[in-house]
């Protein structure tokens, strides 16, 4: 278990560094990774749908798959369309009635429309941000422990120790 004492000693080191424990690291990475993805996808639908380029967008992708970005593209385009659908028919948004039967997604001849458009922009925008998005979440974690996480964990220790 040599292997095992090594990264053990790593995370210890990496708790000690930014003082922290790795058990709030851990849950403010976690956090502000699901924050660095709604925040985004929630501002680029509305932007998206501001300045009305959503379907532009995903009418101009690329139809050849002849390199990775097009393909990775057309991948998460694909993605962001069904969870257009979940999501729409979810809550009832997007052109989608609330509980409303898997059907096909509202389109146009041709093309998706409207909102669902907007959705699979943003939903795509926000997956091809990843890299940036762990990178933020890895840099803030520290910060965001020491003033969020450990004082909440403290504060509620307090009250499920105090004594009735």
């Known amino acids: 278990m040599p292997a095992l004492d090594r990264y053990r000693d790593a995370l210890a080191a990496v708790?000690?560094?930014?003082?922290?424990?790795l058990?709030?690291?851990?849950?403010?990475?976690?956090?502000?990774h699901e924050i660095t993805?709604?925040?985004?996808?929630?501002?680029?639908?509305y932007a998206s749908r501001a300045l009305g380029v959503g379907e532009r967008v995903v009418t101009s992708l690329p139809t050849e798959q002849d390199n990775w970005v097009a393909q990775k593209w057309t991948t998460?385009?694909?993605?962001?369309?069904q969870w257009a659908a979940r999501v729409g028919?979810?809550?009832g948004v997007f052109g989608f009635e609330k509980g409303g039967a898997d059907g096909q997604l509202p389109v146009l001849p041709d093309?998706?429309?409207?909102?669902?458009?907007?959705?699979?922009?943003?939903?795509?925008?926000t997956k091809a941000l990843l890299p940036v998005r762990v990178g933020a979440a890895m840099f803030l974690s520290p910060a965001f422990s020491r003033a969020v996480i450990d004082p909440a964990r403290r504060g509620f220790g307090r009250i499920l120790r105090k004594d009735p």
């Open 37 to 45: 993805a709604i925040v985004p996808l929630v501002g680029l639908f």
């Open 89 to 91: 028919r979810r809550y």
């Open 23 to 32: 058990s709030s690291l851990v849950v403010s990475f976690g956090i502000l």
């Open 111 to 125: 093309h998706i429309a409207g909102d669902v458009a907007n959705a699979v922009v943003a939903y795509a925008a």
């Open 76 to 81: 998460w385009v694909d993605d962001g369309k």
């Open 15 to 21: 708790a000690i560094r930014t003082g922290a424990p």
